[in-house]
């Protein structure tokens, strides 16, 4: 019996051995994300990139993550990608920038490629100096997957990244930091509707692309209201949100939602999903108190009565109770109002993973 026990065992081995031996037979399995973002999902990337005035390396950045340390997150904890890639019981990536990313880690966990300062457009944000645009993305993701097909051969590459899911959540820069600002000539060679179908074409192209290599499963997260940011209140000086911002939002909004209904109906495979975010953020910006919050028009953090202070810092003061606030600082939502929100998506698209799993930082 024994001896039969231990034939067996050997037997396994060798088959074993085998099998990962032929790696161009071997099943990488794994689901992983790849994400293509600007501040709203960058975990790091902009941390690595010395250039940029767009950074979240400082206090208090990531107080309410892990240990607490800055990390990279726009945030004071997780991000909206953060919180629905746990929902749906995926792996959270890491930044491409990150020193220790390899080959394996990549099929174990994916790769972010988000940065923060990064639009549609290659044109967006050229005042941060340095950050990742949507079509930089796109190619370092190229590059990924040339290093991918080399480890484990070219049709097992094709499959991981077939089954591999992708989120892209861009757009907000391409008005906040190009056609809002009268430095930047799109914001005088375009109106906002001429501006808004040059910033979707070049969106509908850059999915495509993503589609020929290989992505079948997709989110794209809609705008939020981006007129209530702290940021735009207060260029009002009424303090009121700015109606025409959000009119824009709504417009990008309903035309990629075109976009992505279109692709998802016409290319191969494709399930390419729109997450709207708009309605249930300009709900609990206008009734934060139903959702457990006090405030939804100032920054938690930012320097005593000096507005608005671009970033937060060692030197800004914290709100109280973070977790009643809605807005972390001048652009970016608090980790729980990102909670909310993300929820709101995960539960319209029925994205949550059949069994429970909803874990903090
Ligand atoms: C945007 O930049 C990429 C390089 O990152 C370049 O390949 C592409 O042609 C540019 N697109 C346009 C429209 O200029
Ligand atoms: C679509 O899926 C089918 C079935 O899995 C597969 O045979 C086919 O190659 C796929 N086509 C593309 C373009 O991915
Ligand atoms: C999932 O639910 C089961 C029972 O409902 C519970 O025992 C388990 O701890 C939950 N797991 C997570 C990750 O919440």
Not at 64 to 91: E, H, K, Q, Y
Request: hydrophobic share 35%; aromatic share 10%; with cysteine.
């Amino acid at each position: 019996m024994d001896q039969f026990n231990k034939g067996v065992k050997v037997a396994i081995f060798i088959l074993m051995v085998a099998t990962i031996g032929s790696e161009e037979r071997r099943c990488y399995c794994k689901v992983v994300q790849f994400i293509f973002g600007d501040s709203l999902s960058d975990v790091g990337n902009n941390n690595y990139l010395s250039k940029s005035l767009a950074r979240a390396a400082l206090p208090w950045y990531g107080i309410d993550f892990g240990r607490g340390m800055p990390n990279g997150r726009f945030t004071n904890g997780r991000t909206i990608a953060d919180i629905v890639g746990d929902r749906m019981g995926l792996p959270r990536p890491p930044a491409f920038l990150d020193p220790s990313l390899d080959d394996e880690t990549i099929l174990n966990s994916g790769v972010s490629y988000a940065s923060g300062g990064g639009g549609i457009l290659n044109e967006t944000s050229s005042l941060f100096i340095q950050r990742f645009s949507l079509s930089k993305q796109i190619e370092l993701f190229q590059g990924t997957q040339e290093m991918i097909k080399m480890k484990i051969g070219e049709t097992a590459a094709t499959n991981f990244f077939q089954q591999a899911h992708y989120v892209v959540a861009l757009g907000s820069n391409d008005y906040i930091n190009n056609f809002l600002l009268p430095v930047y000539a799109d914001s005088w060679t375009y109106n906002g509707e001429t501006f808004t179908n040059y910033v979707i074409a070049s969106l509908d192209g850059q999915l495509r692309l993503l589609h020929s290599l290989g992505a079948r499963k997709l989110t794209f997260f809609g705008l939020g209201p981006m007129g209530c940011i702290p940021l735009q209140r207060f260029l009002t000086l009424s303090g009121e949100c700015q109606e025409s911002t959000n009119k824009l939002s709504i417009m990008f909004n309903n035309k990629a939602k075109n976009v992505l209904d279109t692709l998802s109906k016409t290319l191969p495979n494709a399930t390419y999903l729109f997450g709207d975010a708009y309605d249930i953020f300009q709900d609990l910006i206008n009734r934060p108190e139903i959702y457990g919050f006090s405030n939804s028009n100032e920054p938690c953090c930012r320097v005593a009565k000096i507005r608005p202070t671009l970033t937060c810092t060692p030197l800004s003061s914290l709100c109280k109770d973070r977790s009643k606030y809605v807005f972390w600082d001048e652009y970016h939502p608090t980790d729980k109002a990102n909670e909310v929100i993300a929820n709101a998506v995960v539960a319209k698209l029925g994205l949550a993973k059949p069994s429970n799993g909803t874990h903090n930082s």
